[in-house]
């Protein structure tokens, strides 16, 4: 189970944006990054081909590693670390800082 998934509101803690907060868009688990909405946004020269009609200059976000955020806990509000605990037989997420179980 992962601690951080599609979905989420999470806060960047580390880079260039550090303060923002954003959407998790993607998780990508075997390089351990995740796209968040409007964070890390880079410039991308696109040319036209057969498949992109329209050339220009196109920004996009891109990927940031998964240890440079933090989720946001729906209960209380505050950035914190992400712990599990079993409830009636399934394994579900916990906030550190209020306790409250979520997923």
């Known amino acids: 189970m992962a ?7 999470v ?9 923002k907060i954003g959407k998790v868009l993607r998780v990508f688990p075997d390089e351990g990054r995740v796209l968040v909405e409007g964070v890390n ?9 057969a498949t992109v009609r329209e050339p220009g200059i196109i920004k996009k976000e891109a990927p940031i590693h998964i ?8 209960e209380c509000g505050v950035p914190t670390r992400i712990g599990f ?3 009636e037989g399934r394994k ?3 906030c550190k800082q209020c306790g409250a179980t979520f997923d």
């Open 3 to 9: 601690k951080v998934k599609k979905g989420d509101r």
């Open 11 to 19: 806060k960047v803690i580390a880079g260039d944006d550090r303060g």
């Open 41 to 49: 946004i880079v410039t991308k020269h696109q040319r036209p081909t």
């Open 67 to 74: 240890s440079n955020v933090k989720v946001i806990c729906p």
């Open 85 to 87: 605990a079993w409830v």
């Open 92 to 94: 579900l997420r916990r």
